[in-house]
């Protein structure tokens, strides 16, 4: 029994040494996961915010049409061109600022 034991000690330490290498190797690896699932919230989040800023621009942008649109069929034809530049430079002006709020 005493021999089994001295033949079998060498690799039972071996065994104990390689369980705590993977222990090792699986607390880094779960931290790894953990800060990529936060990193992944975070991407989501600003995908979220990219999407509604661009939902909010093509509101925006149909709504400076559509008043260019009314507002052209309002005036004379001879009042148009210098009333849609300002126009637009309003619009644009208004988009602006519903980006910086």
Do not use: G, W, Y
């Not at 991407?43 to 621009?57: G, L």
């Amino acid at each position: 029994m005493k021999t089994e034991v001295s033949v079998l000690s060498p690799r039972v330490a071996f065994l104990d040494h390689q369980r705590l290498l993977l222990n090792v190797d699986n607390s880094a690896i779960k931290q790894r996961i953990a800060a990529l699932a936060q990193d992944k919230i975070s991407k989501d989040a600003h995908h979220a915010r990219s999407i509604e800023e661009i939902n909010n621009q093509q509101v925006c942008h149909q709504q400076s049409l559509k008043k260019m649109e009314d507002h052209i069929s309002d005036q004379s034809p001879a009042d148009i061109k210098p009333s849609v530049e300002k126009e637009q430079l309003l619009i644009a002006l208004s988009c602006v600022s519903f980006i910086i709020l």
